[in-house]
């Protein structure tokens, strides 16, 4: 208590007003570090989730051989076993939607095409998946001016498991 007393009667006589500007300076300093350490905690925790979404991604599209509207023929299980394209796009955007990323904040690509369209590759071959998220340091921009607006994107490369077969399969 006399600590707080004592400050309060240097802010009340001092007269060049230094002391009150420290104080501010400091204050303002201290938001500012907590604003970057929120910023920064809520950044990693989208950037972890993009790493694993990005996983989920990559190793769906090589265990199906890319991604389509409807199952090949010949995949084993049919149409029960195989993740349509919407399927896997609502599952990006509810672990996204809980991560606080829009689903207007995020695209993905299936070598270098869009994930909207047919992306099929026969067994053997690479796949590159890549999926961004962009991002802002949202309480860290009320206090430095400028763009603090940022993308990432996670690349991913796995080859497909999945080969179609047209013709009938003979058993031994």
């Known amino acids: 208590m006399s600590k707080k007393n004592n400050l309060l009667s240097k802010l009340k006589y001092n007269k060049s007003g230094s002391m009150s500007t420290e104080i501010i300076l400091g204050t303002l300093i201290v938001i500012i570090l907590i604003s970057f350490a929120i910023d920064l905690i809520l950044i990693s925790h989208k950037l972890m989730v993009l790493s694993t979404t990005s996983t989920y991604l990559s190793r769906t599209v090589g265990l199906q051989g890319g991604l389509l509207s409807n199952p090949p023929s010949g995949f084993e299980g049919g149409g029960n076993g195989y993740q349509r394209k919407a399927t896997v ?54 206090f430095i001016p ?13 080859i497909s498991e999945f080969k179609e077969r047209t013709e009938g399969i003979k058993g031994e």
């Open 89 to 142: 796009i609502n599952n990006i955007n509810r672990v996204f939607k809980a991560a606080g990323i829009r689903t207007t904040e995020w695209f993905a690509k299936i070598n270098g095409n869009d994930i909207l369209g047919e992306n099929k590759v026969d067994e053997g071959f690479a796949i590159k998946t890549e999926l961004t998220i962009n991002f802002s340091w949202k309480l860290l921009s009320n």
């Open 146 to 158: 400028g763009n603090l607006n940022q993308s990432v994107t996670s690349k991913r490369v796995v």
